[in-house]
């Protein structure tokens, strides 16, 4: 099957660029902005350093990276974490 093949080659460019014990466990004790009352997402900032790492994709990591400025931007330091995620969610993401 070519799906299962092509994922395949990319865990194993994960793996090959990251190691397997960081392929298995990078996202365990992260904390995330649903978790913390804290608005940084430091689950996806990892996980772009893997895609930049793993698979050289650093316009996309910088694309994406902006979202997380812009949201920033738009923040209502008043509110809680949940209360900015629940009232904006057009935009959030």
Do not use: S
């Not at 994960?14 to 804290?38: F, Q, S």
């Not at 996309?60 to 809680?80: G, H, P, Q, S």
């Amino acid at each position: 099957n070519k799906v299962k093949r092509v994922v395949q080659r990319l865990y194993d460019a994960r793996v090959k660029a990251l190691g397997e014990e960081w392929v298995r466990t990078w996202y365990i004790g992260v904390p995330n902005c649903l978790t913390t009352d804290d608005p940084y997402n430091f689950g996806q900032m990892l996980w772009l350093y893997n895609v930049i790492k793993a698979y050289g994709m650093w316009e996309f990591a910088k694309d994406r990276y902006v979202t997380f400025d812009n949201n920033l931007k738009k923040w209502d330091w008043n509110e809680t974490t949940c209360a900015n995620i629940m009232n904006r969610k057009e935009w959030w993401g």
